[in-house]
């Protein structure tokens, strides 16, 4: 395997892990619902929607990488 091909398997651990935890912590300071339906959205969450929510994250992490892996190409063969 290529170092290039190394370090981006270690990054993807380290993001899959760093997921899992932090996962792990939000779902421990949920609060338990006492008969309602729903509760109330906190106020961090309403400020940064976009930057809360781990799909968008998702998509922006993977852009970000695949433009990379494109300008790593593009460089190598100019």
């Not at 421990?28 to 619902?33: C, G, H, M, S, T």
């Not at 309403?46 to 993977?62: C, D, G, M, T, V």
Request: net charge positive.
């Amino acid at each position: 395997m290529s170092t290039f091909v190394i370090i981006l398997s270690f990054l993807a651990i380290g993001i899959a892990v760093f997921a899992i935890v932090y996962t792990l912590m939000i779902g421990r300071q949920q609060k338990v619902l006492k008969g309602e339906l729903d509760t109330d959205i906190p106020d961090q969450v309403k400020e940064h929607a976009f930057i809360r929510n781990p799909i968008f994250l998702s998509f922006l992490i993977a852009s970000a990488l695949i433009l990379l892996y494109i300008l790593y190409w593009t460089i190598k063969y100019i």
